[in-house]
C-alpha cells in the first residue's frame, strides 16, 4: 500500500540460480522509508540448485518506474525467466 497505493495481486514463483544476500543500505530516504539498514538482495549463484521463493506482482509500467526509483544503486533490475516458465522484472545485486 505504502509504495503503490494499492493492494497488489500476486502469485507464488521460483528464481532458480540465485541465492539470498543481504546489503547495506545507506540512503537516507531509504533507511527511513524502511527502517532497516540491511536489505535482502538476489545473488546470482555458482550453484545452480540454489533458489528463491518468492511472490511475482503485476504492476503497472508506471509502477516499474516508481520501483527503479527507490531501489538504490546496489541493485539493478534485470528480466529472468521464473520457474513456471514466466519472464519477469527481477532486482539483483548491481
Do not use: C
Amino acid at each position: 500500500m505504502e509504495s503503490f497505493g494499492r493492494i497488489l495481486k500476486g502469485y507464488k514463483d521460483t528464481l532458480n540460480g540465485y541465492k539470498l544476500s543481504m546489503v547495506e543500505i545507506t540512503d537516507a530516504s531509504v533507511l527511513a522509508k524502511s527502517e532497516q539498514k540491511f536489505h535482502p538482495i538476489a545473488v546470482k549463484s555458482t550453484n545452480q540448485s540454489d533458489f528463491i521463493e518468492g511472490v511475482v506482482f503485476e504492476i503497472s509500467e508506471a509502477e516499474l518506474l516508481m520501483a527503479d526509483s527507490y531501489e538504490v544503486d546496489d541493485y539493478k533490475r534485470v528480466d529472468v525467466v521464473l520457474e513456471s516458465g514466466k519472464l519477469a522484472w527481477v532486482y539483483v545485486a548491481a
